[in-house]
Nanobody, 124 residues
Framework: QVQLVESGGDVVQPGGSLRLSCVTS????????IGWFRQAPGKEREGVSC???????YYLDSVEGRFTISRDSAKKTVYLHMDSLRPEDTAVYYC??????????????????RGPGTQVTVSL
């Protein structure tokens, strides 16, 4: 049974940093790409970042240079390190996989399997 669980969301001030974690189980982690997407109230869902089985990375233009995605095979976990956070980054962040080896470019915003999400709020 494919499962993904996000954690690490919090309330931070503009310019702050957070690291989100996505712990996975139920599939062969090393063979598939994992992505992050976000949903803010009143806005369309956005694909944020993706990492493929070879650890090539892809980013939404507005987060390029501020966010870094990485994966840890031993822990079957994908991370999203977010720096220089802005109020417009406020959203529920989800990780997902469709059990494909590669990522789409631009990053997709929907996946066959996803976690319950974690709230990130950037505010004074």
């Amino acid at each position: 049974q494919v499962q993904l669980v996000e954690s690490g969301g919090d309330v931070v001030q503009p310019g702050g940093s957070l690291r989100l974690s996505c712990v996975t189980s139920g599939f062969s982690f090393d063979y598939y790409s994992i992505g992050w997407f976000r949903q803010a109230p009143g806005k369309e869902r956005e694909g944020v970042s993706c990492i493929n089985l070879g650890s090539s990375t892809y980013y939404l233009d507005s987060v390029e240079g501020r966010f870094t995605i990485s994966r840890d095979s031993a822990k079957k976990t994908v991370y999203l390190h977010m720096d220089s956070l802005r109020p417009e980054d406020t959203a529920v962040y989800y990780c997902g996989t469709s059990l494909y080896s590669d990522c789409d470019d631009p990053v997709r915003s929907d996946y066959r399997f996803r976690g319950p999400g974690t709230q990130v709020t950037v505010s004074l």
